[in-house]
């Protein structure tokens, strides 16, 4: 559950003349990739190094029609996504992006299995993330198969 806070801006630091250094990194992003027509997921762990909780507030490939953040629901036994505006990475701590919770949806993909596309994440705080996420197919990465730690 998130609640929204009344911001302060009297108590924000002075804007730095370019994004602050990156606490923010990813291990085992990667697509999967179905077929053209339809949305490819895409699933990462975001770790947060640094000393301030950020937030993702916006993905975008050039491989992808739209880059979009999304989760997956339940209402009442449906399951369905929604699109979100920001996923929260806790100072020190870490979000997956996985099936059934938050993941990324490439729209309208160009991409196949066995590509690296790029893909550029962008926070709060106005930092960017540069990664180059391997490309799966419905099997996804090897070894990955039976949920993985
Ligand atoms: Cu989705």
Not at 30 to 35: A, E, I, M
Not at 79 to 100: D, L, Y
Not at 106 to 122: A, H, N, Q, S
Request: aromatic share 6%.
């Amino acid at each position: 559950m998130l609640l929204t806070l009344p911001v302060l801006l009297g108590a924000a630091v002075p804007s730095p003349q370019q994004a602050p250094p990156l606490e923010i990194h990813a291990s085992h992003a990667w697509f999967r990739y179905l077929l053209s027509s339809v949305p490819a997921g895409g699933y990462m762990t975001l770790i947060n190094s640094g000393d301030t909780t950020t937030r993702l507030v916006k993905a975008s490939s050039p491989a992808c029609g739209a880059l979009m953040l999304h989760q997956s629901v339940n209402h009442g036994g449906a399951a369905t996504m929604e699109m979100v505006k920001s996923v929260t990475i806790p100072a020190h701590g870490s979000v997956g992006f996985a099936e059934g919770g938050y993941h990324l949806m490439c729209m309208e993909p160009r991409m196949k299995p066995g590509d690296k596309v790029g893909v550029t994440l962008g926070f709060d705080d106005g930092a960017t993330l540069m990664l180059l996420v391997p490309v799966y197919g419905p099997a996804g990465p090897p070894g990955t198969s039976s949920g993985g730690p």
